[in-house]
């Protein structure tokens, strides 16, 4: 069996339920704890630090941190930024054009906090627009739709409150949870092949694509279980923490 060094953690609908106030179940807080003391474990989440910070303090993570999907990795003690990678403001506004062409609430995700997009919106440091709780088809159209900007990407995350529909994280196209792995694996000293990746949704492809071991939660999307090397047990079944004690403990 490989010896893996990293462990990357997706948070929502994988360590915690994928709603709004979630927090970890004990005994994936007690794996979670225990691999630390073997293993270097990152979280990797579309949340911004002001929405991951509380997680991120009932697991005790001291290893980087991969935030809005890839945009920010910051020092897990210090929490200083230490990679970042906004959006261009050409690009911006291109996809501000298009969404507003659609009846949908859109997000900007700023440094530190998430604010509602109006008219007139002051940007300055943007890491990510997103569509709101649109339709799947909603969804693929705008991403094909954008498709032509080469510095931008766009990934579809379950919406917290209506499980019918889906949110369209767009940012930087070197801002996903692959590439910024990649750049945690730096930092850490290890390589992509000795690292396990834990994921539940459509975003979590990337995260998934760069570490050797890839794992989908029991809950996750059709999709990413084609994908994975092994299928854990759902979120509401503490699947992290078997993932633990199957391959780290």
Known sequence: MTSYKALMLDLDGTTIPN???AVPSKRVITAIHNAQQKIAVCV???RSLQEAAPILDILQITKP?????GSQIVDGISQ???YKKP????????IINLLSQYPIDISIREATKTKSYRQGYPFIETYGITAMNIPMALADELTNKISHLPNVTAHKVLSWTHKEYVLLNISHVNATKQYAIFEVAKLLGVATHEIIGIGDGHNDFPLLMACGL???IGNAVPELKAIADYIA?????DG??????KFIM
């Open 87 to 94: 959006l261009a403001k050409n690009d911006i506004q291109e």
């Open 240 to 245: 992290v923490a078997a993932v633990i004690d």
């Open 65 to 69: 941190t991969v935030l809005m999907g």
């Open 19 to 21: 709603a709004l106030k």
């Open 80 to 82: 200083k930024v230490i």
């Open 214 to 216: 890839k794992v989908a």
């Open 44 to 46: 990797v989440t579309g």
């Open 233 to 237: 047990p759902s979120v509401d079944d």
